[in-house]
C-alpha cells in the first residue's frame, strides 16, 4: 500500500492564479480531510469528507474547494490563490472503524 | 468552542532526563485526546491516544478530566525523541483539533 499520496510536492503561484492540489489513497478509508500548517498555529481543517459524494467545511475553508467523487481520491482547489494561502497543506484519511489519522507527506505552496 | 493549548513551542532536555510535554484542553463534550508526532523528514503520525491507556516507545499520557490535561510524559529521553509533537482533540466526525506543537529536543 502506498498509503496517503499528495502531489506536487511543491508548488509557486502567482496571487491570482488557480490550482488543484491531489490527494489520493489506497487503503479504502471513508474519512478524509485537510489541513494547513502554518508557523505557531499548528494544523488547522480546512474541509473533510466522511464518505464519495461528501463534504463538509472545517475550521478555515474560506478559499478552498474541495469534492469527492470517488473514495479514493480528496482533491483541494485553490480558485483563486492569495499570498494568505502560503502554507504546507497536509491531507489525511482514516478508516470507520479506526482511531488513527494516516497522514500524506504534504505539499508547500508558495503564493506570491 | 474547543481549545487545545500547548504552552511550550520549544523543549530542551539532555538524554536521560524525563520529559514532559504539557497539553490543556477545552471542550463542552466528552473528550478524546491524542498525541501525534512528526519526526525530521517524515510524515505526522499518531503516537498516542488516551482510549488505548498504552505506552508507546516509552510515552505515556493521561487523561486528567479535573485538570483538563493531557500531558505526555517519558522518565529517560532519547536522542531519537526528537522532533514536533502535536496535541491533538477528536471533535465532529473524525476531525481533529490540534494545538500549536511542541518542538522537542534532546541533546546528547
Known amino acids: 500500500n502506498a498509503g496517503v499520496t499528495q502531489t506536487p510536492k511543491f508548488q509557486v503561484l502567482k496571487t491570482g492564479q488557480s490550482m488543484t492540489l491531489q490527494c489520493a489513497q489506497d487503503?479504502?478509508?471513508?474519512?478524509m480531510s485537510w489541513y494547513r500548517q502554518d508557523p505557531g498555529m499548528g494544523l488547522r481543517l480546512i474541509h473533510y469528507?466522511?464518505?464519495?459524494?461528501?463534504?463538509d467545511q472545517g475550521e478555515v475553508p474560506n478559499g478552498y474547494n474541495v469534492s469527492r467523487s470517488t473514495t479514493e481520491d480528496f482533491p483541494l482547489r485553490l480558485l483563486s490563490a492569495a499570498p494568505s494561502q502560503t502554507s504546507v497543506y497536509f491531507c489525511?484519511?482514516?478508516?470507520?472503524?479506526?482511531?488513527?489519522?494516516?497522514f500524506g507527506p504534504g505539499t508547500r505552496l508558495l503564493v506570491l | 468552542a474547543q481549545r487545545v493549548t500547548q504552552p511550550e513551542k520549544l523543549l530542551s532536555v539532555f538524554k536521560g532526563a524525563p520529559v514532559e510535554l504539557k497539553c490543556n484542553y477545552s471542550y463542552s463534550g466528552s473528550p478524546e485526546l491524542f498525541w501525534y508526532v512528526q519526526y525530521s523528514r517524515q510524515r505526522l503520525q499518531l503516537l498516542l491516544r488516551h482510549i488505548s491507556r498504552e505506552s508507546i516507545k516509552g510515552f505515556t499520557a493521561d487523561l486528567n478530566k479535573g485538570e483538563t490535561s493531557f500531558h505526555l510524559k517519558k522518565p529517560f529521553a532519547q536522542e531519537e525523541d526528537s522532533a514536533m509533537y502535536y496535541c491533538?482533540?477528536?471533535?465532529?466526525?473524525?476531525?481533529?483539533?490540534f494545538g500549536t506543537g511542541t518542538r522537542l529536543t534532546v541533546i546528547p
Open positions: 489525511a484519511s482514516q478508516d470507520a472503524g479506526e482511531e488513527t489519522q494516516y
Open positions: 487503503m479504502n478509508h471513508e474519512y
Open positions: 469528507s466522511v464518505g464519495a459524494g461528501i463534504t
Open positions: 491533538a482533540l477528536k471533535t465532529g466526525a473524525n476531525n481533529l483539533f
